[in-house]
């Protein structure tokens, strides 16, 4: 019985595990077991992580979008195993995960070992501050529900605070005569630095919740001009990796939606409400969010000799298989792919690791029958950027339209929620995705637009 062990749960690797898990599952194999599948994450819980910012911005309840590992495991036939992973041991082809404590600080699981004939691992990436000073602990990152919900909660407070403070008034006029006129400073403001994906897409969805906490009552603040929101990119544009035109049209509907865009501006140091930038300005700041870049998390430059790029990831070959170590496979985000015909890798994308498990689907089968294993070839279908309930906008390429097309408004918000209910078809199937499509349908039109508490 072969055993493979995938570590990491995130849209990769529990895509692969469950699709693994069915099909060598016994009652597909006439009651044999062939093979034994084992997913390990540190977390009891799968969210589809491009969410989080709607997350942070109150616009999805993440309670209700999370996925058991224990349920999704007993559904699909694969076991599961809770754990940060804390080592590796290639010549004994066994990982040591690290014990899992509770709330209140005591043990709940054991340190412990399992042992594989194939390893995938699959643990995605971490914000990466760039030793920027104050960044790790005056902003915040958005690399969990937990760190998410945190931000949630900050931005209501900050909001219901607000409301209540008094600012000093500016005089227009050295002279003493003439009445001093209000500031038009925001009464709150929200700094993001990094204006990527993430960095773009929270920045509507805040502008959609001002909206909705002033209409509910929460706060009686103007959520327009009382509620500012700055985007702060050290490179020449926001998106700075996709097209040029993608990027012009969502700098328009940003700017539309009073959004304040700082291009050009490089983050010298975060501090207790005030972020600093290089060219000497300091941006008063409540709340700060970091979403300037990514890194491979720090165990994988520990794993028994694999060898790891400057970012930290794992490089691997075409097969996705580790350049010292056929037994040891790596996807997604802390992955170095190469990337036939361009001078970077494989991008870290959602849309990445669902090639990447659908290929080890396969690799790993022919691995099985002793064949040589295929080699992986990323086909780029586009970007999407939503910006709420405002708009989305991005480019559609390849084998989606035989060309490259920009498009936004209403047809790309469609195409953007459809790439989430993709990834809820490759986990349960297409029927209960569309029962699931329905439930979410109808607890929408229960529910206020925006988590309030």
Known sequence: MHRFIVVGGGAGGLELATRLGDRYAPHKNKGAVTAQVTLVDRNPTHIWKPLLHEVAAGSMDPFTQELEYAAQARWHHFEFQQGELQALDRAAKRITLAPVIDDDGAELLPQRVLEYDTLVIAIGSTTHFFGVKGAPEYSLAL?????????????????????????????????????????????????????????????????????????????????RHDVGIVLIEAGPRILPALQERVSTSTAELLTKLGVKLMTGETVAEVAPGVVRTASGQAIRADLTVWAAGIKAPAILSQLDGLPVNRLGQLVVRRTLQTETDDNVFALGDCAACPWPGNERNVPPRAQAAHQQASFLLKALAARLENQPLPEFTYRDFGSLVSLGHFSAVGNLMGGVIGGNMLIEGLFARFMYMSLYRLHIAALHGYARMVLDTFAHWLRRTTLPRVKLH
């Open 143 to 223: 690399d969990t529900v937990g760190q998410a919900e945190r931000f949630r909660k900050r931005l209501i407070a900050a909001c219901m605070r607000a409301e209540y403070q008094v600012y000093e008034p500016v005089e227009s006029a050295p002279d003493a005569s003439t009445p001093p006129t209000p500031s038009t400073e925001p009464r709150i403001q929200v700094a993001i630095v990094g204006a990527g994906a993430t960095g773009v897409e929270l920045s509507a969805e805040l502008r959609n919740t001002a909206q909705v906490l002033s209409a509910y009552g929460l706060h009686k603040l103007d959520p």
